[in-house]
């Protein structure tokens, strides 16, 4: 089964860290003006006009703007952006540009790295990555130094930033724009071998390698290379304006910050290779890189006679080349002629030229504006069709309100009213119906205000008549407690037809004792009360008064 290309779904928001910055600042990478550009809140690269996305890794690793040729290069003939290429490939890359111009003294050469160099996909049999999917790797026949890279870079993929866009003096130096969902796509060039003319054009080389890594007491590692180029403070991956045969120390032009402290250079070295901290950094390269001040040897007498000698059998080829030259500088001054007799139109060819990009820029306005109207057109019939619709369930749900009044109203009234003319319309009709059950509700009440209007004055004559039914009700329930004013009442008679039975008995009785009843104990009270029952019953007898067959022990409600 295939691998899933993750594509876009590997982007997430940049994670710098204040040890990223500082690192890059050391490095000299931030300190030019607006020479970085970092990403606020995007989880998906959007870089600014004038920048391309990149990562911290890269940058440490020697990459700078405006990028190398050779880096150019090698993205347009195997397909790439630089987001495609792992940390360690970037590295790959910068030591190899070092050893060529440093210590080969040759500009970084095509036919030498598809000698040592190919590239392979990145990923496992179930994913395959775009951010860093491809790995450059060293062909298990090439006679190479041994970098000592990591097996991985934890996090690489979210330090991501965005770099300015430079060139140096041509569009050739300039990174290709970015496109994060651009697929990776296999190339033959991937795994494109060196030609048997490439290859005994290169065979000194490779010999000259050999030797920098085997001269006894004189070997050039792969640490060695990396400590060079970051102690020269040059990327080796930017676009320079001399090779690093011309390098001039601490005054050269493509140095981008002062020397680094020796704590900073050894730990940068482990951060991007894989010695740890028991290995040792060495601090300068065993072989003398070349320089100012270590020139490129010059060719040997040898060679010079040798070289001289290729040309004796070409004499006679160069006088038959000066005749054909002769014969093309005829041919060119008659094209002259004919160039100065087209010249008028030429220039007529340009005007109509610009005339013609002037009227397909007033078009492409015209359209755009067009285009334009034609999405504000499309975004109001969206937003009419949004607002019938929402319309629609509106008017639904009034003439839902509006049946289930009406079915209450019949529900309490028991009455029910049919249209004389429906409108056919369900809200329409719903609210008429509903106007039908006011009317009546209103005709009932004015007829309940009219016959209060005249019973109130009969049952309340000094009263003013209320305006509502809760006023109303309010005078048929008084504040005070009835029952309780009717016992009193009930009890100021019983009182007073006693005192009235004692009077005619003519007994002589202290009422204000009577009267005390607070002394009196509970016990005591009711031992009275049993005591009294049997008069008690002949005065409600005298007085017309039913005696009540359950006793009171209560004290007497004074």
């Known amino acids: 089964m295939a691998a899933a290309d993750l594509g876009t779904a590997e982007w997430e928001r940049s994670k710098i860290t204040n040890q990223d910055l500082n690192l890059l600042k050391k490095l000299g990478i931030t300190t030019k003006p607006k020479a970085v550009c970092f990403p606020s809140e995007e989880s998906y690269p959007a870089p600014p006009m004038g920048y391309r996305v990149s990562f911290v890794d890269h940058l440490i690793r020697g990459l700078s703007t405006p990028i190398h040729p050779f880096l150019r290069g090698l993205l347009y003939v195997y397909g790439l952006q630089l987001h495609h290429l792992t940390p360690n490939s970037i590295l790959h890359i910068s030591i190899f540009i070092t050893l060529c111009e440093a210590f080969l003294g040759v500009s970084p050469n095509w036919a030498l790295w598809k000698r040592i160099f190919f590239c392979r996909r990145n990923g496992s049999p179930n994913v395959a990555y775009n951010i860093g999917g491809v790995v450059i790797s060293i062909r298990s026949t090439a006679d190479y130094f041994d970098v000592k890279l990591p097996d991985s870079v934890q996090g690489w993929r979210k330090r991501w930033l965005y770099i300015r866009e430079e060139n140096h003096g041509c569009a050739e130096d300039n990174i290709p724009p970015f496109d994060g969902a651009e697929k990776i796509l296999r190339r033959r060039s991937w795994d494109a071998e060196a030609t048997e003319e490439e290859r005994t054009s290169t065979e000194a080389l490779m010999t000259r390698i050999h030797e920098l ?123 002259a002629q004919q160039l100065e007799q087209s010249e008028k139109a030429r220039k007529k060819a340009e005007s109509d030229a610009i005339d013609a990009r002037a009227e397909a820029d007033k078009a492409k306005a015209d359209a755009a504006g067009v285009e334009d109207l034609r999405k504000r057109l499309h975004t109001a019939e969206t937003s009419l069709s949004d607002h019938i619709a929402a319309q629609s369930a509106r008017e639904e749900a009034i003439r839902k309100r509006l049946t289930t009044q009406s079915r209450r109203f019949v529900a309490r009234t028991a009455q029910e009213f049919q249209l004389d003319e429906p409108a056919n319309d369900s809200l329409l009709d719903a609210l008429s119906l509903l106007e039908v059950h006011g009317s009546e509700a209103r005709e009932g009440i004015d007829q309940a205000k009219a016959g209060l209007s005249r019973l109130f004055p009969y049952f309340f004559p000094k009263k003013e008549e209320p305006a509502t039914f809760l006023d109303l009700a309010k005078c048929f329930n008084p504040s005070e407690d009835l029952g309780l004013r009717v016992r009193h009442e009930n009890m100021k008679v019983a009182v007073e037809n006693t005192v009235a039975l004692v009077a005619h008995s003519q007994q002589s009785i202290d009422w204000s004792k009577v009267g005390d009843t607070d002394q009196i104990e509970q016990s005591r009270w009711r031992s009275l009360i049993k005591a009294a029952k049997p008069n008690t019953r002949k005065i409600l007898a005298y007085i017309g008064i039913k005696p009540s067959s359950t006793p009171s022990s209560s004290k007497p409600e004074v």
């Open 213 to 335: 890594q085997n001269t006894r007491g004189k070997e050039l590692s792969g640490i060695q290379i990396i400590v060079y180029f970051l102690k020269s403070r040059v990327q080796p991956l930017q676009a320079r304006k001399f090779p690093l045969w011309k390098y001039t120390g601490n005054e050269d032009v493509d140095r981008l910050s002062v020397d680094l402290e020796v704590k900073d250079l050894e730990r940068l070295v482990r951060k991007i290779t894989s010695l740890s901290k028991k290995d040792s950094i060495p601090s300068s390269c065993r072989v003398k890189p070349y320089s100012a001040t270590h020139a490129l040897p010059k060719p040997v007498i040898k060679d010079l006679l040798r070289i001289g000698a290729q040309f004796v059998g070409y004499r006679e080829y160069a006088n038959k080349a000066e005749e054909k030259l002769a014969e093309a500088n005829d041919r060119a001054n008659t094209l």
